[in-house]
Each structure stands twice: as structure tokens, then as C-alpha cells.
């Protein structure tokens, strides 16, 4: 089997439909897991008995386990269970946010605990009101340093969305397995697909790199 | 709970042996393609460096899914070969958690103060011995949290032969799901993940013990006892 | 047009022709000479930053030249002979010429990967291609000279400085060099350990017909035992005395500021 040029131009306009849901994907799933992520370090960090151990113990857990079996169980058993039907992208969406959300949960952590005790200090000795200390000092320092850190976790989690044709939702993967079922071709479609996920990252991660030198990391 | 709970269990157990093998098989080929790609990273050839640029950068930007099905079913398309699930999924593995480790691997012998390697010179070593009884030696204690994390990640990176058919645990359980009742998902999934749970904690328990090895072997102090959970590095992996 | 390189003599053991030795733009040996007879031991002071390190660095071929030549025993080192003219020396070259020269750091530069006795004998196994057995039996001996005897198997991070330092001259000598470079190897000490390095290395100067090129801020050491004190400032040797003379009758104002800075110092 040769490489057929007319062919492989022919599936691109599927394939660039499937990554845009790839891409749709990432960025709904990585601004779910920022937040949630900074729930779970918030709860972690300030104590809340009882949460904060139930929070540390399901970090642990989701980190340990593969992505593929919590989406198979969120989607085949915990949704029918609280009588609820996602569509599989909304499925995808939620548990590579939960799942990644574990990893930004330590990016703040390790962001937060980098900030020097002093600020904590100065703040209650100036009597600045708790809330204000997080959103006016601590996050503002935070934030930035955990940047880089963020940006790679979410080129990861891009790399990670194809595994969501397990519940068949359609990325730039699943499109290449359709077109090479269609035709019975699958050299184009899947290097292709390949190399769609290598002109994202790759470009990304040097972004990432830059920006690790311009604000260091945790 | 169910009738069918020795059955669930011991379907999802014979699917233990595969991962287990694919996590070994990976892990092995992860550790000879990071030492190697790491240490032509560090070459005076920039020709060799090119090279492991190249791959390191290729498999790190391409998803692993991607190169799994490019492996699995575009490779016998080209050549005509159908490869074994297992040796498919090895093979991916390696190539994949190889890349990244190459960064640590080059990242470590970095991180070895030049003074050691200008020791070795004054002691007329030659590169060859510099490297393998002086720097890597130091190297490698630094490498074994961050390969701790590569390794937990390579074992999760397991569940996806499911998509190649391997026999491992999450196929074993998908083949038994449609059959199932709702009450016994519960069952799959909980010994499923509780499985890799322990595969993981296992991981961490050898590599601790590593780490310490390693640390007395420096004359270091060993580093505490943590708990077996206590996460890892923020970077991303 | 400049006269030809000296050739190799062989009543030299260092000879230094006119080096040169930049960093980036700033130069910090301006077309050095000078030469150290075999078994001399020769003593270099001057103010920090002057080059005293890169010299000994130089030797080592830890850093190469940017002009000039240096032999070694009648040998050229920084370069080879090829076709009748001189190149820059490779890797093989240098390795060849290594053998001759061993170094002491001021950090020590031990190897935490491995004991002491293996620190000692690592080298000789596998740079001369001594039997395991021979390497020890010379490494026990040095380890006795310096001192050790009971440390073999202890772990370098289980030592003192000055007994770390110790090892680290039993380990160059292990190499049986021809020259042996000294940096500093005292500064990194604790006061109170500086006396027992300082008397080992008195000893294997006395007993031994090693060359000896020293950078030290023990003036009164340097007095005991130099043959020459070469004072350096500017990529330049300014002033070449044997150490009485030196220190009590300084040529040089430079020379006389400097010893005046060092001596208040130490006071
Ligand atoms: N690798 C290097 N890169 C750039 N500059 C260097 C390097 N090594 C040495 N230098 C510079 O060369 C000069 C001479 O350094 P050298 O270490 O030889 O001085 P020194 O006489 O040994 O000083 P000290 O008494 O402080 O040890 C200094 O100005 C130093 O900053
Ligand atoms: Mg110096």
C-alpha cells in the first residue's frame, strides 16, 4: 500500500471537523479542571474536616486510575444510576476536567506553597480580611508561576481526548477510523491524524517552554 | 450483591497477567529508550542530536492513541505484518513513556555538578567510563521520582490495548458489561480500578525503595517516609 | 613576524610559550611564559580573578588554549604534531598526555557514588589498566601514607573536609603523575583541619620527585616548601623569586600590596 495524495486530501476536511471537536474538547475539559482543580487545593489548603480528606483521598485515587475506566464508569453506570444521559462529548468534557483536575489541584498547591510565609504574615498583620488576602495577594502571586505547569497539563489532556471514541464521540481520531473504514485505507487517515496532533502540541509546548522561562515554575 | 460476583472477579483477574506484562515489557523499553535518546540529547554530535530531537519531540506531539492505531493497523497495512496485541502495545508504550523519559534522563545527568565530570578528567577516565562510573551513577538517584511518575503514568496508559483487543483488564470488563445487570457495573468498575490502584501503589513501593537505595549509595540521607500517595512533582509530565 | 615556538626540551617539565586565554572578550592570559624545572615545586599567588585557577586548568586541559603552546615533559600538550606542523590537540591526544598530570580541587571532587578505597583505586583500574588487586594494594598504601587507613570503606560524605581532601590527594597519586596541580586545596577547610593536609602534601614533596605547581593563600606554607614563588597579576608574571626572597624583599610594589593584603588577612 502507497501513499495516496488525492486520498489524503480528500479526508482532510473530516479530519479538520474531527479536530475541532479535539480542540473543543481540550478547552471545555481544561477550563473545568482549572477551576475544579482549584477547588480541591482551596479545600485542601484551608482544612475543611472531613472534605479535605475525602478531597486528598479522591485526588489520589482518580491520579492512580486510568482515564479510560472512569469515563467507561461516569458514562456507563454512574449516569443511568442518577438518572441522567449525557451526550458522550459532554461525558468527555466533565471526567477529562475531573481527572485533570487532580493534576491542577497539586499545581496550585505547589503554586501556593511557594509563596514565602512572610506575605501570609504581613497580611493578617495588616488585618486584611481572609478572602481579600487570596484574591488580593496570594492568587495574584500564584497564579503566573503555575502557568507553565497548567499549559503542559493541558497538552496532555489534548493528547488524551481520542480516547473518547471508546464512547464514540467523533475527534480527529474517530474520523480517521471512520474514513479508513469507509475505504478501507488507513495509512493517510491516521498519519494524518497524527500529524494534526503534532501541529497543535507541538508549537504548544514550545509556547509552554517560553513562558516557563519568562515567569519560572513551581 | 450479585450471583455474579466470583465470575466478574475472576474474568477481570485473567486480564491482570496482560497488563502486568505490558506494564513490565513498557517499562523496560521505556528505561532503554530514555537512557539512550536522553544521552544522544546530550551529544557533541549535533547530527545525533537532531536525531533523538526528532523522536523525543514526535512522540511527545503525537497522542498515543494515534500512535497506537498508526502501529496496530496502519503498520500491517504497509508491510504486510500483523503484530501481536501485547507486542503492539509494548512497543507503544516504550516508544511513547521512552520520549519523555529522555528528558529526564538528560535533565538528571545535567542536574550531576561538572566538578564530578572534571574530576573524572583529571583522573584520565575516558568518556565512556566518565559517563557510566561517574555521572550516571549520580544521574540516575535523580531520576527515579520523576520515572516513578513516568511508570504510574505507562501502567495507566495500559488500559488503552483495550482499543487493540490485548486481553488486559479494561477489555475484560467491557466484553462482560453488555451482559450485566446495572448493579454489577459496580462490581466491574470498582475491581477494575481498585486493581490498577494497587498495580500503582506497587510501582511506588519498588521505586521508594529505589530512591532510598540510591540516596545511601550517595551517602545521602534517605529521604523520608512518605505515604505511598503523596503526589508527585506539580510539572506536567 | 613572531620566532618560532621553543621546541621540546627535556630539562623543563612545564613550559608555558606565550599563552593566551580568553574568556569571550575578557582575556585573562596575555601571552604567558614561564617554565617549571622537573621536580620544582613552584607556588603561584596573586589577586583573585588574576588566572591563577585557569592556569592549572589549562594544564589539566580542562580548558584549551586560545594561543601559545604548553609542553609538558618535552611534549606538547594543548597541541600535535601533524605533518610537520602544529594543530590543536583531539581528545586522543590529550588523554595520552593526562596520564603525566594529575590535580587536586579545592571542593575535593570526590565521587559519592563510590567509597573510598574504590575512589582510589577507580582510576588506575580503568584509565592504566592495573589489576583490581594491584589498585588496592597501592590504594591501602596511599591511604596509609595520607593518614586513612581506617577510612577505606567509610563513604566520602563520612568524612571530614581535610580527611576528604587527604583522599583526594591519595587518589591523584594513585595515577603516579609526573606533575600534580594543587588549587586551593586547603581554602575549603575548616581552619583547624588546614595544618594536616598541608603536612601531607610537605611529605610527598619531600619524599617524592613529583613537579608541583601551587595556588595557595597559606604564605607560611608556601615559604616551607617552594623552591619558587611566582607572583601573577594582569595575565602576567610580574615577579619570580625563590620564597625568601619574595616574601622578605619584594621586587614589585604589586607584589608588596598583595603579600601586605594577604598577611593582614591572615593576622
Ligand atoms: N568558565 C569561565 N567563563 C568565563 N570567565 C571565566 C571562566 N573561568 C574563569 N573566568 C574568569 O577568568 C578570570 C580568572 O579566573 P581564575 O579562576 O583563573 O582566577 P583565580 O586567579 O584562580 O582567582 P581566585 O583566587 O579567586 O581563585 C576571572 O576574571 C574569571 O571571572
Ligand atoms: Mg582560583
Known sequence: ?218 | MSDNLGRIISTLLEGVPVTIQATLGGIALTIVLALIAGLALLSKSRTVRFFSRVYVEGFRGTSEMVQLFWLYFVLPALVGLQIVPLFAGVLVLGLNHGAYGAEIVRGAVQSVPKAQHEGAVALNLGPVDRMRRVILPQAVVEMLPPFNNLFIQLLKSTALLYFISAQEITQKGEELRPALPMGDLTVIYAVELIIYLLLAIAITIVMRALERAGARRLGRKPPPRRKVFSSATAGGV | ?267
Open chain 3, 1 to 267: 613576524m613572531s620566532e618560532p615556538y621553543s621546541s621540546p626540551s627535556s630539562d623543563v617539565m612545564i613550559q608555558f610559550d606565550r599563552v593566551v586565554k580568553k574568556f569571550g572578550d575578557h582575556v585573562v592570559l596575555r601571552e604567558l611564559d614561564f617554565s617549571v624545572k622537573p621536580g620544582e615545586f613552584v607556588t603561584l599567588i596573586g589577586p583573585s580573578g588574576s588566572g591563577k585557577t585557569t592556569i592549572l586548568r589549562l594544564l589539566m586541559t580542562l580548558e584549551l588554549v586560545d594561543g601559545g603552546t604548553i609542553q609538558v615533559g618535552g611534549e606538547y600538550l594543548s597541541h600535535m604534531e601533524r605533518g610537520g606542523s602544529l594543530v590543536p590537540a583531539d581528545e586522543r591526544h590529550l588523554r595520552t598526555q593526562r596520564k603525566r598530570i594529575g590535580m587536586v580541587f579545592q571542593q575535593f571532587n570526590l565521587f559519592p557514588n563510590m567509597r573510598v578505597l574504590q575512589n582510589v583505586t577507580e582510576a588506575p583500574v580503568r584509565a592504566l589498566g592495573l589489576s583490581k588487586a594491584e589498585a588496592e594494594q597501592r590504594a591501602r598504601e596511599l591511604l596509609d601514607m595520607v593518614g586513612l587507613s581506617d577510612k577505606v570503606d567509610a563513604h566520602p560524605t563520612q568524612l571530614s573536609g581535610g580527611q576528604q581532601q587527604r583522599v583526594a590527594i591519595a587518589r591523584a597519586l594513585a595515577m603516579r603523575p609526573q606533575v600534580l596541580l594543587l588549587d586551593e586545596v586547603t581554602s575549603a577547610l575548616d581552619p583547624e583541619l588546614v595544618a594536616g593536609v598541608l603536612s601531607v602534601l610537605k611529605e610527598i614533596a619531600r619524599t617524592t620527585d613529583i613537579t608541583f605547581l601551587c595556588v595557595t593563600h597559606e604564605m607560611q606554607f608556601a615559604r616551607d616548601v617552594s623552591d619558587r614563588v611566582m607572583m601573577f597579576d594582569q595575565g602576567q608574571v610580574i615577579e619570580d623569586a625563590p620564597p625568601d626572597q619574595l616574601f622578605t624583599q619584594p621586587a614589585h610594589e604589586r607584589t608588596r600590596s598583595f603579600l601586605h593584603a594577604v598577611i593582614d588577612r591572615a593576622v
Open chain 1, 1 to 218: 500500500m502507497d501513499w495516496d495524495w488525492e486520498y489524503a486530501i480528500d479526508s482532510l476536511p473530516l479530519l479538520a471537523e474531527g479536530m475541532l471537536v479535539t480542540i473543543e474538547l481540550t478547552v471545555l475539559g481544561a477550563l473545568f479542571a482549572y477551576l475544579l482543580g482549584l477547588v480541591f487545593a482551596m479545600i485542601r489548603r484551608v482544612g475543611v474536616p472531613v472534605l479535605s480528606q475525602f478531597v486528598y483521598l479522591f485526588v489520589e485515587f482518580i491520579r492512580s486510575t486510568p482515564l479510560l475506566i472512569q469515563v467507561f464508569a461516569f458514562y456507563y453506570l454512574l449516569q443511568p444510576a442518577i438518572g441522567v444521559k449525557l451526550s458522550p462529548f459532554l461525558t468527555g468534557v466533565i471526567m477529562l476536567g475531573v481527572h485533570y483536575a487532580t493534576y491542577t489541584s497539586e499545581v496550585y498547591r505547589a503554586g501556593i506553597e511557594a509563596i514565602p510565609k512572610g506575605q501570609w504574615e504581613a497580611a493578617r498583620a495588616l488585618s486584611i480580611p481572609r478572602s481579600r488576602v487570596w484574591t488580593g495577594i496570594i492568587l495574584p502571586q500564584a497564579v503566573p508561576r503555575v502557568l507553565p505547569a497548567l499549559g503542559n497539563y493541558t497538552i496532555s489532556m489534548f493528547k488524551e481526548t481520542p480516547l473518547l471514541l471508546a464512547i464514540g464521540v467523533v475527534d480527529v481520531l474517530n474520523s480517521a477510523k471512520e474514513a479508513g473504514a469507509e475505504t478501507f485505507r488507513v495509512i493517510e487517515p491516521y498519519t494524518l491524524a497524527g500529524v494534526f496532533f503534532l501541529l497543535v502540541s507541538y508549537p504548544a509546548s514550545i509556547l509552554v517552554r517560553k513562558l516557563e522561562r519568562r515567569v519560572g515554575t513551581v
